[in-house]
């Protein structure tokens, strides 16, 4: 099993920046991909940024240019600061976990980043 804690969200005014934190610990294998979801009130979970181990990573293109994803896998973190916020930003943001040798991915709790206009 693989337990996922988010950290860092919070109420912050447009233009302005949050850092996410999320810890991985349990059976985490050297070659995985992490990443942050999002989900809205009435909407669908979307994925904002995915990271692999190697590095390589996946932008919505709602957010490029303006959050960067980045981890540091001697401590299973993965990161996302969040610059020039935007109310539709707004939402509950979901650290994930999957690796080819494990059957699903796993989800952190979600942390709630609020973007007040």
């Known amino acids: 099993q693989v337990h996922l804690v988010e950290s860092g969200g919070g109420l912050v005014q447009a233009g302005g920046s949050l850092r996410l934190s999320c810890a991985a610990s349990g059976r985490i294998f050297s070659t995985n991909s992490m990443g942050w979801y999002r989900q809205a009130p009435g909407k669908q979970r979307e994925l904002v940024a995915t990271?692999?181990?190697?590095?390589?990573?996946n932008y919505k293109d709602s957010v490029k240019g303006r959050f960067t994803i980045s981890r540091d896998n001697a401590k299973n973190m993965v990161y996302l600061q969040m610059n020039s916020l935007k109310p539709e930003d707004t939402a509950v943001y979901y650290c994930?976990?999957?690796?080819?040798?494990?059957?699903?991915?796993?989800w952190g709790q979600g942390t709630q980043v609020t973007v007040s206009s």
């Open positions: 994930t976990y999957q690796t080819d040798y494990l059957e699903h991915a796993y």
């Open positions: 990271i692999t181990s190697s590095g390589s990573t």
